[in-house]
């Protein structure tokens, strides 16, 4: 139940597409989804995050849609650049938790190419 | 702007051996964390560390791990006896309270031979 599925495994895209990660969780009582990048030999940085009163939440060419009665929430990359290659994890915090809280999926390989 | 640091960046140990990894997390922050990622998985809890005692840990976390701030700006994770499974990426993190961001360290490679 405190599993955080996320999929695909890996994205290819062609710049100024909008590559898009998908994210689904069972545990009803999370409240607060946060997407991190990872950029090789650097550790995970905050991206953007929803909490479950939302349904969209954009941050320059970032957004996250949040489907409370799906349990499932995504990331949206609107005109993809070639910079945006990294790792993307969701994570999924348990309430009252600070980064201890944090259930994360197993991350999508994106490939932006120009 | 401020990041939390962690040495050495690539660890290679035989294992039974006992490995400690470093952190210096961001100077104002109260709250410690340490995750780790195996290859190719998915980034996972270890424990949280407050007030200079261990405020959480999950299951991985067992006998053969401690934590310590053994002065007011490092924070390590001691690896007792090395397995094998222990290879992994391990990361830091900090944040100035509860339920704030969460910042990482670049991680340190653990491989175990």
């Known amino acids: 139940q405190q599993q955080v599925k996320q999929s695909p495994q890996s994205l290819i895209v062609q710049k100024g597409g909008i590559p898009i990660i998908n994210c689904a969780y069972e545990?009803?009582?999370?409240?607060?989804f946060p997407w991190y990048q990872q950029f090789p030999g650097k550790g995970p940085a905050l991206l953007i995050a929803?909490?479950?009163?939302?349904s969209e939440k954009k941050e320059g060419r970032f957004t996250i849609s949040f489907n409370k009665s799906a349990k499932q929430f995504s990331l949206h990359i609107m005109d993809s650049q070639p910079g945006d290659s990294a790792t993307y994890f969701c994570a999924a915090r348990s309430p009252g938790g600070g980064a201890d809280g944090l259930t994360f999926g197993k991350g999508t390989h994106l490939i932006i190419q120009p | 702007e401020p990041e939390v640091t962690q040495t050495p960046s690539h660890q290679v140990t035989q294992m039974g051996q006992e490995v400690i990894l470093r952190c210096v997390p961001i100077s104002n922050h109260l709250y410690f964390y340490w995750y780790r990622q195996i290859l190719g998985q998915k980034v996972e809890f270890l424990v949280s560390?407050?007030?200079?005692?261990?405020?959480?840990k999950s299951e991985i976390f067992d006998d053969q791990f401690s934590v310590e701030r053994p002065d007011g700006s490092n924070f390590t994770l001691k690896i007792r006896s090395t397995k094998l499974e222990d290879s992994a990426m391990y990361f830091c993190a900090s944040t100035v309270a509860m339920n704030t961001e969460a910042f990482f360290g670049q991680g340190t490679r653990l491989t175990v031979v």
């Open positions: 560390f407050y007030n200079n005692e261990i405020s959480e």
């Open positions: 929803i909490r479950p009163d939302v």
């Open positions: 545990n009803t009582a999370f409240d607060y």
